[in-house]
């Protein structure tokens, strides 16, 4: 695995949220055997932080299945949404129901990720309040609040009705983020939308024109907002 391309993690519940990931979006995972160039594809079929390993499905290569007997370790990496995640599989013991087989693997000391944060928009939880001011059409429009965020946008809701109309600038918008740090800059329009049903305008923005320090601020908060979110669906797996 090249380190260089993504970042090495060793703490058991964000490798089992990484995971966990793959396994939820039917990711197909690319491996390599030990001694054989040739990949092949397989897929997650359990995982637990309760047992020390996971299940793997047979791999889709007969050459590729027998030889993983044998050397009993391979590579494999899947993407998802933007995430690619690398690590190695070491291999416990193979079952074989029904003349398919699964393998029991060693659950990884450290996996190797990236993720392109870029088109990769974070899901914020109900409860995280993260609160947003927007100055648009001569009025300030308080109470609306970060539903996702990513490195170049958020999604706002806003309880009330609120005509926006996409592609046009926002001059002012200040962004609460956690421990109550601001951020202000403009923003895009990208798309609008209201929903009569509970009395939520949904507004999707782009970040425009944010200085140097306020770009670092805004990116290392972001960083600190995925990992928390992370660290929640890890929580709540475990339980």
């Not at 979006?25 to 030990?34: D, K, M, P, Y």
């Not at 160039?37 to 047992?51: A, D, V, W, Y």
Request: aromatic share 6%.
């Amino acid at each position: 695995m090249n380190v260089a391309q993504g970042e090495e993690v060793t703490d058991k519940a964000f490798i089992f949220s990484l995971l966990k990931r793959l396994q939820n979006g039917h990711a197909l995972l690319t491996a390599t055997v030990r001694g054989n160039s040739h990949p092949c594809n397989t897929t997650i079929l359990e995982i637990s932080t309760q047992t020390p390993f996971l299940v793997l499905d047979e791999l889709n290569d007969p050459h590729s299945h027998t030889l993983y007997q044998d050397k009993k370790n391979m590579t494999v990496k899947g993407q998802l949404e933007g995430l690619t995640v690398s690590f190695e599989c070491q291999l416990l013991k193979t079952d074989t129901d029904e003349e398919v087989s699964k393998y029991y693997i060693a659950f990884p000391e450290s996996v190797v990720y990236h993720q392109k944060r870029q088109s990769y928009r974070i899901h914020i939880s109900p409860d995280l309040q993260l609160p947003v001011e927007l100055h648009y059409d001569k009025q300030i429009i308080r109470g609306g609040l970060i539903v996702d965020i990513s490195q170049t946008g958020l999604g706002v809701s806003i309880e009330e009705f609120i005509k926006f109309e996409p592609g046009k600038y926002i001059d002012s918008c200040n962004i609460i983020l956690p421990k109550h740090d601001t951020i202000r800059c403009k923003v895009i329009i990208r798309h609008s939308e209201y929903d009569e049903t509970n009395n939520i305008t949904h507004l999707g923005v782009e970040m425009l024109d944010l200085a140097n320090q306020e770009r670092h601020d805004y990116l290392r908060a972001v960083a600190h907002i995925q990992r928390e979110m992370v660290r929640r669906h890890a929580r709540v797996q475990h339980l």
